[in-house]
Every structure is written in structure tokens, then in C-alpha cells.
């Protein structure tokens, strides 16, 4: 089947046309989707977290690629999970879903809903992985509530082969002392696609989201995050950091948004981009939206080839070209891979990212 | 604890009012005629390029859209604009009807009888005619051509030049205004200035003001030869008042090889007027653009003065400030395409908005592949007054290399209440340590301005600080 | 008496930090306050000294025969009230030179002579060993943390209150500049004008003829005698005076 998804990662206030940002569209030919064959997920459900009937907390929720790709994997969606953690609960292990794409299973429509009640903490883990280079297609929605006091970790790895087009659509709400925590690794796929956006609605709510993507030989990224303030004293974090090699391209769209009312609020983004190739295309816009003046929004972005000063330390330690710039993207990506609770899924990713990279020995 | 906020006095101000109906949204096509248009061209006496060149302006305009993004442009009312441009036009200043507010404001800011009239559009050039007419005897002495455009078009020394250049940076085809200002621009200055001479004095626009049409449609053209070094200083700190609310001007800068040329604005359009001005400046090899921007009046504004770094090792330095009060909705920011090697930029702005204003931060950074060796550096900062007003920061980097060096900060926040506290500890009352601090955050705009106008500058500040301007 | 302050409670965010303090401060007299982390030294000046987030909830403060337990800093700062603060704040493009020019035509209401002005700053900078240059440079952006105290002393010179309060001013700063700094408040004080010194060190009030010695803990001053009591918290601390207090 067909999809020509519009208005994708849509920045919530337009600019220039001719710098082609104001958003995106996603048109793609699939294998029709049909119930995904295999278990997703691993192992059971820790104590106190269940599959729920029960509707998501929040009608008509934002997400951060918008309602056209959202009402996509809603109305044709082949597995995914709606879960629900009791008040209180404190899961003691994470919930893991594996999610593969081969030739069985062509086509992945994940559509997902984690609510956590008050005061409880659940950490979901996504990982998304093919077959070689076979081609597929992953679009993946989740939806996260985090009642008062609560604490949602939510986890997409992304680790897709060449074959493969892939689009991660969350929309985030947090109530009272919620807390929502996102970590996103976009490694692999042909193109990816990511939206998050997220309402930080209760008085002293937070958002901490940390992404980390890696572009090479023709693979496009686009990327679309949203921290919407709208009650008192909440604070997001935003941090992305990436390489892109060969002929690869990101977009990075990041918006902090301060409501007015938001009093005291804080919302911090932070961008890395480190280029290797003179063929890569990186365009971002990091927007600070503000009504409220008793605030506190910073962003910083950097974008270059790896400090010299930095290349030089390494290589004088004894380590080649090669090897300092593997090192210093690796260390980039640290801090992200090493928050990943599963240990196989953590050695995964690490050797993912090392079998990427050893392309960089031919560059010299 | 309840945060203290400055009691700014309210001043009820009467915003002057268009009586003639009232459009609720723009028109495209009504109002300016092939006809109007050739009035025009007849009545400045247009060579014939140029009289073709608006024709084909007013084709091109008709066929554009109004921007989809950026502040509404709804109150525009493009029939009144026609009837205020045709040479003819019964539409004339009159003292009586000019707002009390810029009245006063002309008497705080010291402004001479005399040059009031001429601000406000209602008075011929007093003194400053002859003020202007030694200026340029000056500068002719060392080679410096500095006259208005209409005569430049004519001139048989200079009439080619001119032609090679106008609308050449800046085509009708860029956008809806550009066009327009094809169609119907009237005035500005032309200034070249030839190989290797450095004007000593600022050159000022400020002397050009004259009847209807001009100051709104006003086009300026410099072209700086090799090693040429100029500043050009365009506008002034008292509020500019205008009968018909359109500003379209543009502004088209050639920065040759090695040149360097400092561009500075300070912009106070009345609290009516919609300012959609275009600035773009071309530099070649080692050449050096530097702007200096400071944008506090206009009920909207549209302005993004745009570099083209084409020549190897060329720089742009940007440093602005706007400051949107009570009913403005100043979009402002600027742009920088890097087309050559080893190219630098430079963007560094700061914003206030108070009293329910909007102020918005636009720019785009473009790096093209075959421009290695780069440097970009954007840092903008905002200032919230209050919480019944917004701020914007909508940046864009488009970076086609990996051999660059780009970075961007962006801060927005309120004067924090340490500061005050500080201040105050020190004697200062509550709203004059306001009114130090804002200066302050101001302060790296003012220091590139020659003195006069960064005094101007600072008495602006205070003078909005103290809710006195509309 | 210059500073007579009466019962005071103090509270932050609704946390009272002092809990009915009472100091009185003479004209002529340099009273030195001490007392372990969290005690409410800080609270105690920045009430003084009007900060706005610290709330009154009991008591008076009088100054020099007037009750500014309720007015805003800068009427203190007319009345003849100086702070030194312990991490003064950066306000970035205003002069130190301009800053202090302003300061001082609000505080005493009266033009001030340029020329006459600019010599006197001069001078002072040169006997705080402060380079010419930090005149124009924006209040204390960049200053180390010595520098900023100097920074402060200087106006403190510039201004010449009835009263200076120094919160600190030793924290941070080498041997040469204490000693320099030490110079500075003995340049200042005089028969006529007081000094109320925060200080965990003793090095700077060596100098220094110390009237009284405070001991501030829990929000309360809870023993008060004279420069000896600087030596004795210097070899036993606190604990036993605060045991001897409940």
C-alpha cells in the first residue's frame, strides 16, 4: 500500500519557505500490514504493570509529527501495547518489546499507550532491528501520561538496516511532579522520521529527553521535538548529538514553548553535531517560544568537524585518525547507550554503532 | 512572595486613524493600476528602462502571495497606499493632525521646530537641505558620488552603473514588496564611492526626506569600489510620521574586493506604520560588511537585512536590537548566505518586549558545499518585561559542508531580581535600575553607533521605558 | 544608636530563618557577626538591607532614628546604608565607572562634578592596587572573585555610608588582596561611621578595632562579647557556645 503523509514535523510557527523546514512529508510504498508474527515482548510484565482496555487519559493528544501520522498508524496499526502501571507501583524490572523486520514481517504499525498512575515508575524499552537490508517499513505512535508524581523512562532504539523506512511518533503528557524521560537512538533506516511532543501541564513536571543520531551513506533524519510548558516551575531537557558521514542529511527541528502561566519555568536544549563528509546536509532550528517572562530558556547548538585541539590529544596518545574520531563520536554517544537497562540490547547498539564506524578506517 | 513589577504610567494614546474604509484583509489586486503606475514613471520624467522596469514590477506583484508566515498584515490598506503615491494626490501631512505622543515625543528628544515638520512629512526641508548640500561638497572632493536616485538614473556618468545595479540584489521576483517597491519606489540616495577612498564623515539619509511617496518607497544604492570604506547611516531616533502606514523601501549594498562598508539604522517608523523594508548587501573577496540595527518603531515590521558572503575570505557582522512595545509586532532578524571559502559571520541581536508586544527573532544561516573553512557565529537574547507580552526566536541553519565552525546561543529571560535588588541597594529607585539594566542589555548596539545617535539611542530607551511613547 | 534592630523574624518561602534577633550597632562602632553555615548571617544582612524575597514576619528595624523595616533598598541605600555583597552581581554593559556615578547623584540627590568625581575614583582605585582600566569595565562581568570584592569596597569608598555591612568580603581573596581590602575598610572607618563584618576568618579584622563580636546560630544571637570571642571560636568552634546558648 501507499502512504503520503503530510505535514509532517511540523515547527509550530512557520518561517521561510525557501529553507524547506517548515515541515516534511513522508511518502512511502509498503507491504499492506498484517498481524506481526512472533512475541514482541520479552519476557513477562513486571508486578503492577498490565495490558489495559482502558482509554488514554488524554483525548485527541498531540504528537510531535502531527495528527495525519498519528490517525496513519491508529487506523492501521499490527501490534503494539497499551499499558498500564498501577498507583504506587515502582516496576521493578523494565518492559522490553523486540520488534523485527524481515521478510515475515515486512511491515511493523506499532501503535502504543503507557499511562502511569500516580506515584508509579515504569521503564519501556523499543528496539527495532531488521533482517540485513531487506526492505520494510516501521511507523511506530506512542502515547505516554504520567499522572502525579509518576515517572515514565520510554526508549527507542532504532537499529534498522538500509532497507528500511522508519517513523517514531510520541506525544508526552505529564501531570503534577510528573516526570518523563526519553532517550531516542536513530542508528539505522533509510529514512528516519521523529516526533516528539510533549506537554508539560502539572506545576513542577519535567521532561528530559536525550537523542542520539548517526547519518551515513545516504540516510536522511528528521527530527521534531516539542516541550510545551504551560504549568508552573516545569522543566525540559533536551539534548541531541549526532555524526553524519558520507552523503547522509538530519533535520533537527527543536522547539521550547513557554505558555503563558508558566511561571518559573526552565527549558534547556543543547545540540551536538559533529560532520565527517563534505557531501552531509544538516539544517536546524531551535526555537524558543515565549509569553511568559518569568522564565529561563537557553539553547545552545554546535555543529563542526571533531575540535582539533581534542583530534590532537587523542593522536597524541598514540591513537590514529581514525581511531581518535571513532573514540570521540563513541564517547558522544555514551552517556546515551550506557542509560539503556537491558544489557544485550545495550551490547547490541554499541556494536552497531562500532560496525558503522569501522568505515571510518578507510577514510583515513 | 510577590514579585514587585514597574508601575509603567498607561498614557492613553488616540493612534492616528485611517478614516477612509476599512479593508479586513489585504487585496491583491485593486487599487494600483497600470495607470497609476505610468503617472508615476510620467511624472518623475523615468527613462524609458526604467518606466518598462515598473510596469513589469506591477505585473510580477500582482502575481505573489503575501507571505504565510510571519505578523498578520490584515490592517494594511493597500488604497489608501494608492492614493498616497499617485503624484497628485490629495492626501497631504497637516501639522494639526499629527498624534499628540509624536508631538511630544519630538519635544523630549530635543528635535528642533523646524525638523519636526520635516519628520512628520508636513514641512518643506529647513536647514537641512543646506545642512545636506555641504555634505556632499565635501565628499565630491574626494571622488564620493552621493545624490538621490532619480538624478542618478539620469546621469549621464553614472546612469549605466546605476542600471547594471538596481534591483539586481534585490529582483521584484523575491517577494510580494519587492515587487511592489519596483512598481512604485520614489527617492532614496545613490552613493559610490570609488577605489580605495575612505569617507571620513558618515554619510546620512536623514537629509533626504521630502513629499509624498519618498521616505515610504525610498530606494538606496551603494556601490563601494575596491578598498572603498564608508559608513552610511540611515533613519533617525525621532519617530517618523506618516500619513499612509507602508513602508517599502530596499536597500541594495556592493561591498567590492576588499571594501568595507557599515551600514546603521535606527528605526523609529510611527506606532502606525507597517515596515516590510528589504536590505541586502552583496561582498566580494576580503570585503567587509558590518550592520548595525536598532529597530523601535512600526505597528509591524518585516526586516532582514541579508548578506551574500560570494568572494573568498568576505565577513558580515550583524548586531541589532528591537524593542517591541504596546501594539507592535516587530519581526526582525537577518540573514547570511556563505557562497565562498574561508567566508565569516557574525550575528549578534537582542530583544525587549514589554506591554503586550510581540517581538520576533528570524534568521537563517545558509552554507553552501563549496563554502570550506567557514565560520558562523548567532547569539540572540531576549528580554521579557512582562508577562503580557511574547518573544520569538525562530532560527534556521542550513549547513551543506562538514569543514565549519557553526554556533548558535539563544537566552531568553526576565531582569532578574538580583540585579534590581542590587541596583536599588545602591540607590537607585526600582524603575531606573530597570531602565539602567535594559540600557545595559542594549549597550553593545549603542557602542557601534557614532555618538550622537547611540545618546538618541539610549533617551529612546529610557523614554519607553517610561511608557511615554505610543 | 545607628542600627537598633528589634525581635526580628525573618522568613524565605515560607521557612523563617531568624527567629526574633536582636542588635543594636552605635555610631563609631565596628561589630563583627560569626556563626556556622545556615545560621542566618546572610538572611540577617539582605533583611537590612531590603531584599525583596526575604519577608518580615515580626519585629523592627531602625535605622539612624527611622523605621526602615518595611522600605525599599534604595531609600535604605539614601539613608545612609551600605552592603558588600558576598557574590556581587554581574550587570553586563553598565561601567563600573558609570554604575557608581549613577549611584551616587541618587544617593545624594545632587549633580555630580565629572572632573572632580572621575579624580577621586582614580585615586581610591589606586589605593585598592585596581587597575585604571576596570572603570570601563561592565559591573563585574568577568571579575574574579577577588576583584569583585574590591569592586564592592570601592563603592563603598565612593558612597560613604553611616553604616557599611560587609558580608564576606574576605571569602575568596588571597593574602595580598586581604590585606589590601583590610586597608580599604580602615581608609572608611572612622568616629562617625559603623561597620557590621560578617566574616568566618580572623585575618581580616587583625587590623581592625573590634567593638563587639556576635554569635549568630539558629537565627538567634546567642552570645555577644568582645574581640576575644573571635580567638575562642577560633580554637573550639561554635558547638559549645551554641550548647551553652539552649
Known amino acids: 500500500m501507499d502512504v503520503a503523509l503530510r505535514n509532517v514535523n511540523m515547527l509550530p510557527v512557520r518561517t521561510w519557505n525557501r529553507l524547506g523546514i517548515n515541515d516534511t512529508g513522508l511518502q512511502e510504498k509498503f507491504s499492506d500490514p498484517a498481524p506481526y508474527r512472533g512475541k514482541a515482548l520479552a519476557g513477562s510484565l513486571p508486578e503492577g504493570v498490565s495490558l489495559t482496555k482502558k482509554p488514554f487519559p488524554v483525548s485527541d ?304 | 512572595m510577590e514579585k514587585k513589577k514597574t508601575m509603567v504610567k498607561d498614557i492613553d494614546r488616540t493612534i492616528y486613524d485611517i478614516k477612509d474604509k476599512v479593508h479586513p484583509s489585504y487585496e491583491v489586486k485593486e487599487g494600483l493600476t497600470p495607470e497609476i503606475v505610468e503617472e508615476i514613471s510620467k511624472t518623475k520624467n523615468d527613462p524609458k528602462w526604467m518606466h518598462d522596469f515598473r510596469l513589469k514590477s506591477l505585473e510580477i506583484y500582482n502575481n505573489l502571495k503575501v507571505p504565510d508566515w510571519g505578523p498578520s498584515l490584515d490592517g494594511l490598506n493597500m488604497n489608501d497606499i494608492v492614493t498616497y503615491i499617485r503624484p497628485d494626490t490629495p492626501m497631504r501631512g497637516n501639522w494639526a493632525q499629527v498624534p499628540d505622543d509624536i508631538k511630544n515625543t519630538f519635544e523630549r528628544l530635543g528635535i528642533p521646530e523646524a525638523e519636526r515638520k520635516s519628520l512628520a512629512g508636513v514641512g518643506a526641508q529647513y536647514d537641512s537641505e543646506v545642512v545636506y548640500h555641504n555634505v556632499r561638497e565635501e565628499v565630491r572632493r574626494q571622488g564620493v558620488v552621493y545624490t538621490d536616485m532619480e538624478s542618478a538614473i539620469r546621469d549621464p556618468q553614472y546612469g549605466s552603473m546605476v542600471r547594471d545595479h538596481f534591483m539586481k540584489l534585490v529582483p521584484p521576483t523575491d517577494h510580494k514588496f519587492a515587487a511592489l517597491h519596483g512598481a512604485v519606489w520614489s527617492g532614496g540616495s545613490f552613493v559610490y564611492v570609488p577605489p580605495h577612498v575612505k569617507v571620513e564623515i558618515p554619510l546620512q539619509s536623514y537629509f533626504r526626506l521630502n513629499a509624498p511617496g519618498a521616505g515610504q518607497f525610498e530606494h538606496t544604492l551603494i556601490i563601494l569600489g575596491e578598498g572603498a570604506d564608508l559608513h552610511f547611516i540611515e533613519g533617525c531616533s525621532a519617530p517618523k510620521y506618516n500619513v499612509a502606514n507602508l513602508h517599502a523601501g530596499c536597500v541594495e549594498l556592493y561591498v567590492a574586493k576588499n571594501a568595507h562598508l557599515r551600514y546603521s539604522t535606527i528605526e523609529n517608523w510611527s506606532k502606525n506604520m507597517y515596515n516590510l523594508n528589504t536590505k541586502r548587501a552583496l561582498v566580494e573577496e576580503g570585503g567587509n560588511m558590518e550592520w548595525v540595527s536598532g529597530s523601535f518603531g512600526s505597528h509591524v515590521s518585516y526586516l532582514y537585512p541579508m548578506s551574500i558572503l560570494n568572494g573568498e575570505n568576505s565577513r558580515m557582522e550583524f548586531t541589532g536590537i528591537t524593542f517591541a512595545g504596546k501594539g507592535q509586532n516587530l519581526d526582525t532578524g537577518a540573514k547570511v548566505v556563505h557562497a565562498a571559502p574561508h567566508t565569516y559571520s557574525d550575528i549578534s541581536t537582542k530583544s525587549i518586549s514589554k506591554d503586550g508586544g510581540t517581538c520576533t527573532y528570524r534568521s537563517s544561516v545558509v552554507i553552501l558545499p563549496q563554502a570550506y573553512g567557514c565560520k558562523s557565529s548567532v547569539n540572540c537574547e531576549s528580554l521579557m518585561l512582562d508577562d503580557r507580552s511574547r518573544s520569538d526566536t525562530i532560527p534556521v541553519m542550513d549547513i551543506q559542508n562538514d569543514d565549519v565552525d557553526v554556533g548558535h546561543e539563544a537566552k531568553i529571560g526576565r531582569i532578574s531580581d538580583d540585579a534590581i535588588f542590587y541596583l536599588m541597594s545602591r540607590g537607585m529607585s526600582e524603575e531606573d535600575a530597570r531602565a539602567m539594566i535594559v540600557t545595559g542589555f542594549a549597550e553593545p548596539i549603542a557602542k557601534e553607533l557614532p555618538v550622537e545617535y547611540a545618546v538618541e539611542m539610549n533617551n529612546l530607551i529610557k523614554l519607553e521605558m517610561e511608557g511615554a511613547i505610543g | 544608636m545607628l542600627l537598633e534592630i528589634k525581635n526580628l523574624k525573618v522568613s524565605v518561602d515560607g521557612n523563617t530563618i531568624l527567629h526574633g534577633l536582636n542588635l543594636n550597632v552605635g555610631k563609631g562602632e565596628t561589630h563583627v557577626l560569626m556563626g556556622p553555615n545556615g545560621a542566618g548571617k546572610s538572611t540577617l544582612v539582605n533583611t537590612i538591607m531590603g531584599h525583596p524575597e526575604y519577608k518580615v514576619d515580626e519585629g523592627s528595624i531602625i535605622f539612624d532614628g527611622k523605621d526602615i523595616t518595611h522600605l525599599p533598598a534604595n531609600e535604605r541605600a539614601k539613608a545612609g546604608l551600605f552592603l558588600s555583597f558576598q557574590n556581587p552581581e554581574e550587570v553586563p554593559g553598565v561601567t563600573l565607572e558609570n554604575f557608581m556615578r549613577t549611584s551616587r547623584m541618587a544617593i545624594t540627590g545632587k549633580p555630580v562634578k565629572l572632573f572632580a568625581y572621575k579624580k577621586e575614583l582614580k585615586e581610591k582605585m589606586a589605593e585598592l592596587n585596581m587597575n585604571d582600566g576596570y572603570a570601563e569595565r561592565y559591573l563585574n562581568v568577568g571579575f574574579s572573585g577577588g576583584e569583585k570584592k574590591k569592586s564592592e569596597i570601592l563603592q563603598m ?90
Not at chain 1, 102 to 110: C, G, L, Q, R
Not at chain 3, 172 to 181: F, S
Not at chain 3, 189 to 194: A, I, P, T, Y
Open chain 1, 61 to 364: 493528544a498531540e504528537t510531535g509529527m502531527g495528527k495525519d501520522t498519528a490517525d496513519f498508524v491508529e487506523s492501521h496499526s499490527n501490534c503494539g501495547v497499551s499499558l498500564c502501571a498501577a498507583a504506587g507501583t515502582k516496576a521493578e524490572k523494565p518492559v522490553v518489546l523486540n520488534y523485527e523486520i524481515s521478510e515475515k514481517n515486512p511491515t511493523v504499525i506499532d501503535c502504543n499507550e503507557i499511562t502511569a498512575e500516580e506515584g508509579s515508575e515504569i521503564t519501556v524499552v523499543m528496539g527495532y532491528r531488521s533482517e540485513g537490508d531487506v526492505p520494510g517499513f516501521h511507523g511506530g505512535l506512542t502515547k505516554l501520561y504520567a499522572g502525579k508524581g509518576a515517572v515514565i523512562h520510554l526508549m527507542q532504539i532504532q537499529l534498522l538496516g538500509d532497507g528500511c523506512t522508519h517513523f517514531d511518533n510520541v506525544g508526552a503528557f505529564a501531570e503534577e511532579g510528573g516526570k518523563i524521560d526519553i532517550v531516542q537512538a536513530e542508528l539505522g533506516g533509510k529514512h528516519a522520521f521523529s516526533g516528539v511532543k510533549t506537554r508539560l501541564g502539572g506545576t513542577k513536571s519535567q521532561l528530559n529527553m536525550n537523542a542520539i543520531y548517526l547519518g551515513d551513506h545516504q540516510r536522511s533524519i528528521d527530527i521534531n521535538y516539542i516541550a510545551q510548558h504551560t504549568g508552573r516551575k516545569t522543566s525540559s531537557n533536551i539534548n541531541v548529538s549526532g555524526a553524519l558521514l558520507d552523503e547522509s542529511q538530519k533535520t533537527f527541528r527543536g522547539t521550547i514553548d513557554f505558555v503563558r502561566g508558566a511561571k518559573q519555568a526552565v527549558g534547556h536544549e543543547n545540540e551536538y553535531n559533529l560532520l565527517f563528509s563534505p557531501k552531509v546536509r544538516n539544517r536546524t532550528a531551535p526555537l524558543i517560544l515565549c509569553q511568559e517572562e518569568d522564565v529561563d530558556g537557553q539553547h545552545a547548538a554546535s555543529t563542526g568537524r571533531i575540535d582539533a585541539a581534542r583530534l590532537f590529544y587523542l593522536m597524541s596518545r598514540g591513537l590514529s585518525e581514525a581511531e581518535a574520531k571513532k573514540l570521540i563520536i563513541e564517547a558522544q554517544f555514551h552517556p546515551v547507550i550506557d542509560r539503556i537497562p537491558d544489557m544485550e540490547l545495550k551490547k547490541e547498539v554499541s556494536d552497531f554503532v562500532k560496525g558503522r564506524l569501522s568505515q571510518l578506517e578507510s577514510m583515513g
Open chain 3, 157 to 246: 569608598l565612593m558612597l560613604n555610608p553611616k553604616l557599611a555591612i560587609l558580608d564576606e568580603t574576605d571569602s575568596g581573596l588571597d593574602v595580598d588582596a586581604v590585606k589590601i581590602v583590610s586597608q580599604g575598610i580602615n581608609q572608611y572607618k572612622n568616629k562617625d561611621n559603623s561597620l557590621l563584618i560578617i566574616t568566618h576568618s580572623a585575618k581580616i579584622l587583625e587590623s581592625l578595632k573590634v567593638d563587639y563580636v556576635h554569635v549568630l546560630v539558629d537565627g538567634k544571637i546567642v552570645k555577644t562579647g568582645g574581640s576575644e570571642l573571635v580567638g575562642e571560636i577560633g580554637r573550639n568552634g561554635f558547638q559549645k557556645i551554641a550548647a551553652a546558648a539552649v
